[in-house]
């Protein structure tokens, strides 16, 4: 389904991901004190194509990611 007026999509998404998390928080659910961190990196292989003609691109693109929190 979708919007009628988007242009349809041709190929497959591939990405690799690598994710690192620390967590040094005393308690899961109300912590006192610590820090949790997440990081992840997902650099796109190769991205579906629209079937019209445009300038975009998702050749060389990286995304990165950091959550943090701490107590």
């Known amino acids: 389904m979708g919007r009628p007026d988007l242009p349809t999509l041709n190929g497959k998404l591939s990405l690799a991901r690598l994710r690192r998390t620390h967590d040094s928080q005393d308690n899961p659910i109300v912590p006192s004190r ?3 961190a997440a990081t992840e990196l ?3 292989l190769s991205a579906p194509t629209p079937s019209v003609e445009t ?3 998702a050749d060389g693109v990286t995304q990165f990611e950091t959550l943090l929190s701490w107590a």
Do not use: F, I, N
């Open 34 to 36: 610590g820090v949790h």
């Open 55 to 57: 300038d975009r691109s």
């Open 42 to 44: 997902r650099p796109y």
